[in-house]
Nanobody, 126 residues
Framework: QVQLVESGGGLVQAGGSLRLSCAASGRTFSSYAMGWFRQAPGKEREFVATISWSGLRTYYADYADSVKGRFTISRDNAKNTVYLQMNSLKPEDTAVYYC????????????????WGQGTQVTVSS
């Protein structure tokens, strides 16, 4: 079992930055691929970014086209934490952001993740 708790959300002006954190419980954090998803009101949950587990020589990361070049996913296995650095934020980035843990490297589908956090709200004002 893995429990995930997100933090770092808030209200920011367009062009600003936020860093989301996702703290994981459990000793096997390093063996999970981690992902970030978001869900805006009235919309389906969508993929944002993913990072592979530490068993690979180098981490594999992938991003949705809408956030490439602006968002960076990273992980610190010593702290059991995954981060999402969000720069150049836009009003369309407003959503509840969720982190997730799964066994499939590079997964972009929500159904490929086994564990989910409760979400943290990000609001970007214009």
């Amino acid at each position: 079992q893995v429990q995930l708790v997100e933090s770092g959300g808030g209200l920011v002006q367009a062009g600003g930055s936020l860093r989301l954190s996702c703290a994981a419980s459990g000793r096997t954090f390093s063996s999970y691929a981690m992902g970030w998803f978001r869900q805006a009101p009235g919309k389906e949950r969508e993929f944002v970014a993913t990072i592979s587990w530490s068993g690979l020589r180098t981490y594999y990361a992938d991003y949705a086209d809408s956030v490439k070049g602006r968002f960076t996913i990273s992980r610190d296995n010593a702290k059991n934490t995954v981060y999402l650095q969000m720069n150049s934020l836009k009003p369309e980035d407003t959503a509840v952001y969720y982190c997730a843990a799964g066994r499939v490297a590079g997964a972009e589908g929500a159904d490929e993740y086994d564990y989910w956090g409760q979400g943290t709200q990000v609001t970007v004002s214009s």
